[in-house]
């Protein structure tokens, strides 16, 4: 990943996704912004307990970083795919020149954990604190894509069903289509019940996916423990919808390891933030 930094903020680039110049996508660091103790420093996050004026500074520094509006759906730790198409922003359009607090607002209302767009001038964005940011873009249809993929969200191939959408909605093929997996909690630090295990059952390619560890809990060397990799459980669902192999990058960061880069939110004080993952197209690229 490339570093890079802004004002009041510090990101990170995939390297593949770079190579597109129509193409504008970041990973934010904490580090930055405008929030106060304890949440210190970018935090992206409006459900946190937070001051809202600092998240809304916050975000604004990375709408500046991006020089897009930011849009997003509400996730709710499930497998649903929401596509933003040109009728949905032309809407927000109309009355006048505020549209994308008005797009935005229409987003918001959209329950979603995968977000799907052919549409320049707008940047997909979430707040994450341990899930799995995955992004994605058809460099052929031109169509980027976010994911939110939390335990539950993988746990029903949130990222796989995100490919078929690309498929369907966009006529998107395989080869043309190029993936990132954020920073996330992995093995190392996430530790799972016997009942996450079991979620993965009821999806097939979830569970073939999934990357569980099996080892000796530090506090009883004679007591095992189940934990999760969440990042590389997304990368190979990637990898088992059809995904080449160097199409696919990961960032090899685990946000429960890498506290002064980014909010962990099982790793992390009581008083945790989010930091935040976007991507987009830019309007001005032929």
């Not at 660091?29 to 949440?39: D, F, I």
Request: proline share 4%; glycine share 8%; hydrophobic share 40%.
């Amino acid at each position: 990943m490339i570093e890079l930094s802004a004002e009041r903020c510090e990101y990170l680039q995939f390297e593949g996704l770079r190579a597109w110049p129509e193409v504008t996508h970041a990973v934010f660091t904490r580090r930055g912004g405008y929030s106060a103790a304890p949440y210190d420093g970018l935090n992206l996050s409006i459900s946190t307990g937070d001051d809202l004026s600092a998240v809304r500074r916050n975000r604004q520094v990375v709408s500046d970083a991006l020089d897009l509006p930011l849009v997003s759906a509400f996730p709710t730790h499930g497998a649903t795919v929401a596509v933003l198409d040109r009728a949905l922003v032309i809407k927000a359009q109309h009355p006048g020149d505020d549209w994308p607090k008005r797009l935005q607002e229409q987003m918001r209302r959209i329950h979603a954990d995968a977000m799907l767009t052919d549409v320049p001038g707008v940047a997909l964005f979430w707040a994450y604190g341990d899930c799995a940011p995955v992004l994605l873009y058809d460099a052929r249809q031109r169509v980027v894509g976010l994911v939110h993929a939390g335990w539950r969200g993988t746990a029903r191939a949130i990222t796989a069903q995100t490919i078929t959408a690309m498929r369907e909605r966009f006529d998107s093929r395989l080869d043309d289509i190029y993936a990132a997996v954020g920073p996330a909690i992995g093995a190392c630090c996430y530790e799972v019940t016997y009942a996450v295990r079991q979620s993965f059952a009821a999806e097939p390619l979830a569970q073939e996916a999934a990357v569980f560890v099996e080892r000796a809990t530090s506090e009883d060397a004679d007591q095992m423990s189940w934990y999760l990799d969440v990042g590389a459980s997304n990368e190979r669902q990637l990898l088992l919808a059809g995904l080449a192999p160097d199409h696919v990058e990961t960032s090899g960061y685990c946000t429960g390891c890498e506290s002064d880069l980014f909010y962990s939110n099982r790793r992390g004080p009581r008083h945790r933030g989010r930091f935040g993952v976007a991507i987009g197209l830019h309007a001005d690229v032929a």
